[in-house]
T-cell receptor, first 117, second 114 residues
Framework: GAVVSQHPSRVICKSGTSVKIECRSL??????MFWYRQFPKKSLMLMAT?????????EQGVEKDKFLINHASLTLSTLTVTSAHPEDSSFYIC?????????????FGPGTRLTVT | AQSVTQLDSHVSVSEGTPVLLRCNYS??????LFWYVQHPNKGLQLLLK??????LVKGINGFEAEFKKSETSFHLTKPSAHMSDAAEYFC????????????FGAGTILRVKS
């Protein structure tokens, strides 16, 4: 149980275009979803937290107009990288939690490798 | 602010020998602490979690970790490494409670030699 999928697993796009990444909880309802970014040989950094039906809460330094997050249902959250540039190339990972309080585990997706050329 | 420091970026062991991955934490109180493992092309998987119930925590795949308040440490150990243990391991502290924001250590890549 507790499976989270991401699509696509890899994407290459041209500079200036937008890319959408999907995160789905397959066998549970995800009240809260999180988006992380992992730079090469670095740890994961939380980008934003989203609760179903609410606006996402972005971490300091993350451009909300560039990284659009939509958590429209209890099983789906999307991250859209708008007007992507080479510096946006990274590994993006989502996680999902069945609750909002501090007693629920986060389940992670396998990640999406974004390359902007 | 809560944070974790993983003391080794890479650890290399031979198959069948013990594994020790080190993690120190910084917190003004006794925090919850987790270890996650990341295999290539797979999602992060929770290995074990400490939530103040018992200082010695047993996890999956034979891993365990001991919370030592006097040393502010939460080192991950396994008596005998297996080739399938080769992966990246993250020590993690939740901010605001379990399930809320997670702060990750820098990660330790474990290599297992045959």
């Amino acid at each position: 149980g507790a499976v989270v999928s991401q699509h696509p697993s890899r994407v290459i796009c041209k500079s200036g275009t937008s890319v959408k990444i999907e995160c789905r909880s397959l066998d549970f309802q995800a009240t809260t979803m999180f988006w992380y970014r992992q730079f090469p040989k670095k740890s994961l950094m939380l980008m934003a937290t989203s609760n179903e039906g609410s606006k996402a809460t972005y971490e300091q330094g993350v451009e909300k107009d560039k990284f659009l997050i939509n958590h429209a249902s209890l099983t789906l959250s999307t991250l859209t990288v708008t007007s992507a540039h080479p510096e946006d190339s990274s590994f993006y990972i989502c996680s999902a939690s069945p609750g909002t309080s501090g007693s629920y585990e986060q389940y992670f997706g396998p990640g999406t490798r974004l390359t902007v050329t | 602010a809560q944070s974790v420091t993983q003391l080794d970026s890479h650890v290399s062991v031979s198959e069948g020998t013990p594994v020790l991955l080190r993690c120190n934490y910084s917190s003004s109180y006794s925090p919850s602490l987790f270890w996650y493992v990341q295999h290539p092309n797979k999602g992060l998987q929770l290995l074990l979690k400490y939530t103040s119930a018992a200082t010695l925590v047993k996890g999956i795949n034979g891993f365990e970790a001991e919370f030592k308040k006097s040393e502010t440490s939460f080192h991950l150990t396994k008596p005998s490494a297996h080739m399938s243990d080769a992966a990246e391991y993250f020590c993690v502290v939740p901010v605001g409670g379990y399930g809320n924001k997670l702060v990750f250590g820098a990660g330790t890549i474990l290599r297992v030699k045959s």
